[in-house]
C-alpha cells in the first residue's frame, strides 16, 4: 500500500491510528516481547531443581496445573472476571481458537519433553525455535503482516529471524547436555512437530489479538484447552487414573517447583501475548524467543553450568548469544510503518465482518483503547475466591516440597531475579499507560 | 415530470437530488452483520483447519514416539 493509498484509506477510514500512537504501541510491543524472553527463561530455573526421573507427562501436566492456576489467578486480579466475561462476550467465537491454541500448547509441549529426552536440549531446542520462522509465515500469509513494508523491513524481520534462529542452533551446541542421543529420528521429528505446532499456535492468537480480545481474557479459555488436553494425554500415556495418581502422588515433593515453573512461565506468555498483539508475529515471537539466552545465563551464573567447558564452547556460547542479540536489535528495529498497519486494519475489519464483531470495538482494541464492553475493572467476591483457591494450592505443594538438593550462586541468583522484576516493572507499567493491559 | 424526478435518477441532471448523496452510500463492510451463523463461519475458516490438521499431526507424532 503506497503513502497516498494510505491517505485515501486513512480519509475513509478516520478511526485509523495517528502515527505517535502506532510508535507507542509498537514501542510497548517490542518492550513485552524482551520481557516475555527474560521471564520465559526465569521459567526454566525452578524445572532444574528438579532431579529428574518423572515421566515426560507428569511433568508437563504438573507445569500445565501451574500454568492453569496463574491463568486465572491474574486476569482475575487484574481485570476481575466480570471485565473478562463482558470481553468475550464481544467475540464469543475466540472461545474456540482459544481452546484450540492451548490444546496445540499441550501437545507441543510434551513433545519438546520427549525430543529433549531422545536427543538431548542441543539439538531439540533450536528445532523447536523454528517455531518463530513458522509464525512469521502465518503472519505473512494468514494476516496481511509486512504488507505495504518497505524492503529495509523485510530484510530487517527475515534476516534478524534467521540471526537468531543461528545464533540460537550456536548456543543450544554450546550448552549440549550429556544426555545420550536414544533415539535421534524420533527425537528429531518430536522436536520439529513441537515447532510447527507453536508456529501454528500464533494463528488462533494473531485472530484473537486483530480482533480485540484482550490477551488477558483470551488466556482463560487458552488454558481450559491446554489442561484438558493435557490430562488426556497424562491418563492415556500413564496407563489410566489409578497410574498417574500413584506417579502424582511418589513425585509430591517436587511438584511445587514444577507448579512454580508454570507460574513463572506464564507471566512471560502474557507478555508475549501482548508483543503478538501490538508488534505482530513477525516481531513479537522472535524477541520473546530470547528467552533462550536468559535460560543460558541462569544455567551459567546461577546453576554453573559450563564451568568445566573448554575454550571454544565459551566462543561458541558468547558468539551464539551476540549473533542472537544482533538478530532481536534487528528485529526490534524494523518498526510496523503506517501502510503496513493499515493493512492489518483490513485484515481486523474482515475478520470483524465474518464473525460479526462491532467494528467500533475492534477499532478501539487494536489502537489499545478500552472500547465500551458494558464493564468496568473491578474485583468481585468471584475474584477473590479465584485468587484464594489458587494460592491455597500453591502453599499446600510448597509446604510439602523438599528443598533441591542442588548449589546455587545465590548472589547471581538475586542480581537475575532483580533483572527480571525490573523489565516486569518497567514493561508493566508501560502497558498500563499505554493500553490498561487492552 | 416531478413524479418522474422524485423516484427515478435523471441522467440529464434536470433537477437537484431530492436526498444527500450520503444517504445511500452502503455501510463499510465491517459494520455488516453476517447472516451465516458463527459456526458456519468457524468450519468455513482456513484459519480455523490449518491449527486443527496440525493439532492432529502432533497428536499422531506423540503417538508414534511414545
Known sequence: MSAAQVEVVERERPGLVTPPRLRTLQNVGMLCGLTAGAWLGAAEAPTKLVTLGLSPVVVSLTMVIGVFLARWTLPALIQGTSYIAADLRQAPHLIVWAILAGCLWAVANTLTIFAVRDVGLSIAFPLWNSNSLLGIVWGIVFFKELRGADWRRWLGVLGGGLLMFAGATALAIASASQVPARDAARGIIAALAAGVMWGTMYIPYRKAYLTGMSPLSFVTFFTVGELGMMTILALTYSGGGSALWTQLSGARHVLFWLLAGGFIWVIGDLFQQYAVKYAGITRGIPLSNTNQLWGLLWGILVFGELHAASGSVLAQVVGGSLVMAIGAGVIAMSSVSRSEHASWQEAAEREGARYGVRSDYTQARIAGEGGAIGATRKRSGLDWVVVGVATAIIIGFALVARAPQISIHAGWSMALIAATLAMLIIAGSALWRATRFN | ?66
Open chain 2, 1 to 66: 415530470m416531478m413524479r418522474h424526478l422524485r423516484n427515478a435518477a435523471s441522467p440529464l441532471k434536470l433537477c437537484r437530488p431530492t436526498a444527500p448523496a450520503t444517504a445511500v452510500t452502503e455501510k463499510p463492510m465491517s459494520d455488516v452483520r453476517p447472516s451465516r451463523s458463527v459456526v458456519k463461519a468457524i468450519l468455513t475458516d482456513l484459519q480455523f483447519w490449518v491449527p486443527v490438521a496440525v493439532l492432529a499431526g502432533g497428536l499422531m507424532v506423540l503417538r508414534w514416539i511414545s
